[in-house]
């Protein structure tokens, strides 16, 4: 199907990534390609969306207005961590 879809000149979306195991695959093809699924996170409702977006506006604006010198202590609202990732 890669090789199919490079010839063809399509974008690759690989959909359903659930594993490291997964990704180490893909990523081992060389080939450019999107990935998604539950290895990257959960599936979340707009209104958590909203609040995520909103969490990067807010950073956003923090960091334009003062600058980068809180580095990495601004990190966007993760609602149940134990569910949801942001990589």
Same mark, same amino acid.
Do not use: H, W
């Given at each position: ?24 695959? *893909? ?46 202590? *601004? ?13």
């Amino acid at each position: 199907m890669l090789a199919m879809t490079e010839t063809l000149g399509f974008p690759v979306v690989v959909e359903g990534v659930e594993t490291e195991c997964q990704l180490l695959f *893909l990523e081992s093809t060389g080939k450019p390609m999107t990935v998604q699924g539950f290895y990257f996170g959960r599936a979340v409702s707009a209104a958590t969306v909203a609040a995520l977006m909103a969490a990067e506006e807010s950073k956003a604006a923090v960091i334009n207005m003062y600058g980068d010198m809180f580095g990495d202590r *601004l990190v966007p609202f993760v609602p149940n961590p134990g569910t949801t990732s942001l990589k």
